[in-house]
Every structure is written in C-alpha cells, then in structure tokens.
C-alpha cells in the first residue's frame, strides 16, 4: 500500500510531454506518418492512449508540423488533462519542441517530465510508469538493455538541456550519467521513420 501511494505521488507531480511537432520527412506514406493507421488506430493515437493509461495529472502534447486537433478533441480523451502547445519552430529540430513541453510544465507547477515521441506507438503504459517512478533526477527507459524513451528529467536539469538542434536528452547521459538510472522496461521504442517500419509495428502492437 504504501508503495501503491508513493507511485501516486511521484507521477501526480511529474508531467508527461509526448512530442508530436516534426514533419516526419522521411516518412513516405499517403499521410503524415503519425496519422498512419496501424491495426484500426492512428499511430498518434496508439501513442497518446498508453500515455493516458499511465495516469500522469497531466499530458502535454507539442504539436508542429501536422494538425493533430481532431485526434486530441476525441470523445475517448474527454476525462484526460490534456494540454496542447503548438511549436511555431518545429522546423528547427527536437530541441525547440522540448523546450516548448518545459515551459508548460514548468507554469503548471511540475517538478519532473516524462518525454516520449509521439511516433513510437508501442511504448506501454508500464512503460511510462516505471519511468515516471524512477528517484533518480535523469531515467531513462532501456528494452533488452538499449536506451530508448521515455525519459524522466528532474526541473533540476531543465536548463541543461539544448536550445536548438535535433538533441533532448541524450547530451545530459554523458554530462552528467552519474545521474542516470536506467529502467527495464517492457514494449517497444521501434518508431515510424519509414514505411517499411510499419509492417513491424503491426506485429508488435498486435501483441
């Protein structure tokens, strides 16, 4: 019990940000590779439902280069506490659409986030969880023993991260890996790059 409760705590102060900005250009399917649809479901939703299921207190959502807005305003997401912010900068790299989820969570109060990508759709809630559990200011998930997302990162460390370019986290795992814990985790970081990935999730989220 008390373990249950302390799992509790540390998500309710802990934001998710699921980031969903970039273009997806080598992507070269009939639409945007976060609204390509995997067994019945779009991989943006497969994505946002696991992040849910995890119950963080709130969802931030970074939207850029697609309009997600149909996707988000679901009835199936009405009890959710989603917030969206829009990254008038996606173009300039992952950087920007990080700072973006910070800056949010930071006016919402947040000690922690929990980021993931919005076109890794096999990524379980158990994942999110167990992430969002970890004592350690900088966690990051591992499947079979390979680095992936999400990534828990303390307000501590917010100012470290990049500014601009291409890069999250992965610049603090070597500054400061003294910090670091990684966490076994159950799922998939496969993400959407190309079409021949989707074959791949197809299996996977069959599962």
């Not at 009835?75 to 659409?97: P, R």
């Not at 591992?142 to 100012?159: F, K, M």
């Not at 159950?186 to 021949?196: E, F, I, K, N, V």
């Amino acid at each position: 019990m008390v373990a249950a409760q302390k799992s509790k705590s540390i998500i309710s102060t802990s934001a998710a940000v699921l980031l969903a900005a970039g273009s997806g250009s080598r992507f070269a399917g009939n639409a945007h590779k976060l609204l390509t649809v995997i067994n019945s479901q779009t991989v943006f939703m497969w994505s946002l439902q696991h992040c849910i299921a995890a119950q963080f207190q709130r969802i931030i959502i970074v939207t850029g280069a697609v309009d997600l807005s149909s996707q988000i305003s679901d009835a199936q997401f009405a009890d959710a506490n989603l917030i969206t912010v829009h990254n008038e900068n996606w173009q300039t790299g992952m950087a920007s659409s990080l700072q973006c989820g910070l800056t949010e969570a930071q006016q919402r109060g947040a000690s922690s986030v929990v980021v993931g990508l919005a076109d890794q759709p096999a990524i379980k809630p158990e994942s999110w969880q167990r992430v969002a559990d970890s004592a350690a200011p900088l966690a990051v998930a591992t499947y079979n023993g390979v680095r992936g997302n999400p990534v828990r990162i303390h307000a501590e460390l917010w100012s470290l991260l990049p500014t601009s370019g291409d890069e999250g986290a992965r610049s603090l795992f070597k500054s400061h890996k003294d910090l670091l814990e990684e966490v076994a985790c159950d799922g998939s970081a496969q993400d959407l790059d190309t079409t021949s990935d989707i074959e791949t999730l197809k299996k996977i989220l069959s599962k």
